[in-house]
């Protein structure tokens, strides 16, 4: 069965710093990549994802994801974080399968932006 | 676009009752599933279901959840009887396409919470 592991729990920076959140899987074959965002007392957003072509990939608010295929890894990156970055992220993968569209996610990163 | 509606958005129960949640999806979209997010935990899938069939249940503890989606658009998850362990935020989501497409977004609701006591 394919797992999904998001090293940091916690992260604390300051605004202007820079981000990045990592991100690996273990499933060998074809995957489909997303960073999802939970905003304080908000529901899950996406932030991006990757199918297929470049690897680097562009989500919104500034955010962007290299996947690395021999590293199996998907890290999230942000050149200068601001306070509204505060929030819970988490990487999920899938695989096309039989049973559908099954999405397996990782534990989740919080971050903490000091303003 | 309206998103995926759930409700209620909290629900405190005693261990040994029952619970319902109701999910309503996104218009159009085929395909909706539950999820089970533990407190420090990411979502886990419970059970995906293709217009009114399901696709995958693999996950949910059929002895205690059923879940059903009756003409293909809303949804219901119960539980019966609950467990301490059941505490968790459920999260439903829809997407668009069909079984088998694998480059298919999941848009998720706004999750109910709920606390066994």
């Known amino acids: 069965a394919q797992s999904v592991s998001q090293h940091n729990h916690h992260v604390i920076l300051s605004e202007a710093a820079s981000l990045e959140l990592g991100c690996n899987y273990s499933y060998g074959g074809t995957v489909n990549l997303f960073w999802y965002v939970q905003y304080p007392g908000q529901h899950l957003q996406l932030l991006l994802k990757y199918f297929s072509g470049d690897p680097l990939v562009k989500g919104i608010k500034g955010f962007e994801a290299e996947f690395i295929k021999s590293k199996f890894s998907f890290n999230l990156r942000k050149p200068s974080v601001q306070w509204s970055d505060t929030a819970e992220y988490f990487c999920a993968v899938n695989t096309p399968n039989n049973a559908g569209n099954m999405l397996t996610f990782g534990g989740g990163t919080r971050l903490m932006v000091k303003p | 676009e309206a998103g995926v509606a759930q409700s209620p958005r909290y629900k405190i129960i005693e261990k040994r009752q029952s619970v319902a949640f109701w999910c309503n999806p996104i218009s159009g979209h085929a395909t909706l599933y539950w999820y089970q997010q533990i407190l420090g935990q990411g979502p886990k899938l419970l059970i995906q279901?293709?217009?009114?069939?399901?696709?995958?249940d693999s996950q949910l503890p059929k002895d205690r959840f059923s879940a059903e989606r009756l003409k293909g658009v809303d949804s219901t998850l119960k539980i019966q009887p609950a467990k301490l362990e059941d505490s968790a935020v459920y999260l439903c989501?829809?997407?668009?396409?069909?079984?088998?497409?694998?480059?298919?977004?999941?848009?998720f609701g706004p999750g109910t919470r709920l606390t066994v006591l």
């Open positions: 989501a829809s997407s668009l396409m069909t079984r088998g497409t694998s480059t298919d977004t999941q848009y």
């Open positions: 279901f293709q217009n009114n069939g399901v696709v995958d």
